[in-house]
């Protein structure tokens, strides 16, 4: 900094003591040379300030000498334009010289003024200084970069446009700035000079730059220099064009989803295509998602395939929807899976439109359709004792078929509708089949079990009985057993076409060493033995019931949601709703192909669905018992 002292010499003059030359630092009121009135010891300030980069480290200053009794010169450089700060003394020279170079870096465009300084006889510590001169720059320019790029399978990401100043030591990197494939960008302030180098990087495997790379630049001040790349691309990827067909009846609404692996999902309409461009070459996986519960892809839905560089692969889902009809299931949980009293449902089986037939605060449970679809036989408890009701398919005019002080549950309607088949302990409290005319009359006992179930042809009735599958004529006569279970077999189901039965066997174990249920079937003579319908599933699944058309199961999975499969134990669908019991609602009957009673899907949480199985009666947890008609509580 300059400290200030003032000494008497003939008046008023002012001298400043050179302690040191940082000139930001403050000083007193001007007190230089300028203002001084002694005689001879004015120094007039510099002009014509000139500044020229003649290489990427040195640049030259000269100017005008104004003053004939000046010792010499200061230059003071800023790194921050003709408004910054000065704070920087580039050179001294002595008395006469007016020209001096500046060791920079290669990037900045500095800015310089210069002031004499003169320093009386004797004094050599002490100086005179004159004002500064005007600012003078280092002319500046821009370089303008072009970038034209041609071809096929473009670079994604764009290229970097590197700019390097040459020195004698070597390149020295000034800025490495994006670029776009098909654009300009423009690079500045630069010294004006022509010693700039310019290289393209960045370039995508398959793309070359056909002009010369890297290129010379010369910068002019105040001026623009123009460099243009020349880039071409060859093919280096390939496509893939995945198709959709769908056949059928109440096709997906919304369509579906498609992707060719590492990227986002592309939607797809039901019948449509959708290509996937600019895939590395190799193998990946096409996959296909979002079908509606009653539509199932033909086939496996991810598929490999091969990306071959220029050319398109083809993948095609073929997608097959059934009609929508309806189940109708019991459901015992609120909405949060808190265990309650049974209501029966209705849903489409699409897995929409869920909707409640009974309301009360009775169990109401167990549903069979009857053969025409118009009605419903289910269990209540509704007057204060286990029976069999009937209602209509809109749960409308519910009447008690039985009234007996006995617990019936468990109906089952005959494939001609004139009859119902129970199960009922009146009498003497053991458990047994009972068929009664459909308005509830004639009641007679057949023998003992439970889980009554008609052949299709109406001429033999399944049951439970002595822990096994047992088969009986439909007067009762011929019991025959067809299964021996270690553990407990039961809830028969015949196949439409009367060939197969489905039922529930209790296994051990699960993770936990718990019983766990497993659905099966078999011959309807019993023959060939048992077959587990899904035996790489290892969760708790019972309640079979076989679709109209002996193509799926519906099922009670995780002991407390609804499921459907396929006959062959593929297409699993999880419906995510709680409930038990389902049943189809036959073909043909009215509303059955096109029952729509809702087109919302309203899956139950994880957490519910988690309460609802830890709330199940400990019974149901163990063996495939329908629930009794009073419920643990």
Not at 607 to 613: I, L, P
Request: hydrophobic share 35%; charged share 15%; with cysteine.
């Amino acid at each position: 900094m300059f400290a200030v002292h003032r000494y008497p010499l003939g008046g008023s003059l002012v001298l400043l003591s050179l302690l040191a030359c940082d000139r930001s630092q403050p000083v007193e009121p001007s007190l230089d040379a300028s203002s001084a009135s002694a005689p001879g010891l004015t120094v007039n300030a510099p002009s014509e300030v000139k500044v020229a980069a003649v290489s990427a480290v040195r640049i030259d200053i000269s100017w005008r000498d104004n003053s004939t009794n000046e010792r010499g010169f200061e230059v003071w450089r800023s790194s921050s334009g003709v408004d910054g700060t000065f704070t920087t003394r580039a050179a001294e020279t002595a008395a006469n010289v007016t020209t001096a170079s500046d060791a920079v870096d290669a990037a900045t465009p500095f800015c310089y003024e210069v002031r004499a300084f003169k320093r009386p006889d004797g004094k050599p510590s002490q100086a005179i200084y004159s004002a500064f001169s005007s600012s003078a720059c280092a002319p500046t320019g821009d370089v303008q970069v072009t970038t034209v790029t041609t071809g096929a399978d473009l670079d994604p990401d764009g290229y970097t446009a590197t700019l390097e100043a040459l020195t004698q030591s070597g390149a020295v990197l000034l800025s490495s700035t994006a670029s776009p494939i098909n654009g300009t960008v423009t690079i500045s302030p630069l010294r004006a000079g022509n010693y700039y180098r310019l290289t393209l990087g960045g370039l995508a495997p398959n793309c070359g730059v056909r002009s010369t790379n890297p290129q010379a630049v010369t910068v002019n001040g105040g001026s623009t220099a123009t460099v243009v790349f020349d880039i071409t691309c060859a093919v280096s990827t390939g496509s893939v064009r995945v198709t959709t067909t769908t056949t059928g009846t109440d096709l997906d609404p919304d369509g579906y989803f498609v992707g060719a692996g590492g990227g986002s999902l592309e939607p797809i309409a039901t019948s449509g295509a959708v290509t996937f461009s600019g895939l590395a070459p190799g193998p990946r996986y096409v996959g296909i998602a979002g079908v509606a519960f009653n539509c199932e892809v033909t086939g496996a839905t991810e598929r490999p395939v091969n990306v071959t560089v220029g050319t398109t692969t083809e993948v095609a889902f073929a997608i097959a929807c059934d009609p929508v009809t309806q189940l109708a299931y019991t459901r015992p949980w609120d909405t949060n899976g808190n265990y309650s009293d049974a209501e029966i449902y209705v849903i489409n089986t699409d897995a929409t439109g869920a909707l409640p037939l009974t309301d009360n605060s009775a169990w109401d449970a167990e549903p069979v359709w009857s053969p025409d679809g118009s009605k419903l036989a289910f269990t209540s408890d509704r007057d204060g004792n286990s029976d069999i009701y009937l209602m209509g398919a809109d749960g409308s005019a519910p009447l008690p078929l039985t009234s007996d002080p006995a617990s019936d549950y468990s109906p089952a309607w005959s494939p001609n509708g004139a009859a119902i088949a129970f199960t009922s302990d009146r009498g003497d409290g053991y458990y047994r089949i009972y068929v009664m005319s459909a308005d509830g009359s004639s009641p007679m006992p057949l023998t003992l079990g439970v889980d009554p179930a008609w052949s299709p042809d109406g001429s033999k009735i399944a049951f439970t009985g002595d822990q096994g599958i047992f088969v009986m004529n439909a007067d009762g006569s011929s019991v025959t057993r067809l299964t021996t279970a270690e553990y407990y077999d039961g809830q028969p189901g015949w196949s439409p076409d009367g060939v197969t039965i489905a039922f529930t066997r209790a296994e051990c174990c699960g993770d936990y060493g718990e019983i766990l249920n497993h659905i099966y079937v078999m011959n309807a003579d019993g023959s060939s033995g048992e077959i587990r319908l899904m035996p790489n599933d290892p969760y708790d699944q019972s309640d079979p019931a076989w679709s109209p058309d002996g193509r799926k199961v519906a099922f009670t999975y995780f002991g407390s949601g609804l499921a459907i499969v396929n006959v062959d134990g593929t297409h699993l669908v999880d419906f995510g709703v709680l409930g038990f019991n389902p049943v189809w609602r036959p073909q043909g009957s009215q509303g059955a192909t096109l029952a729509r009673v809702g087109s919302t899907r309203v899956p139950a949480s994880s957490a519910a669905r988690a309460r609802a199985r830890l709330t199940l009666p400990s019974l149901r947890r163990h063996t495939p018992l329908r629930f009794p008609a009073t419920p643990r509580r």
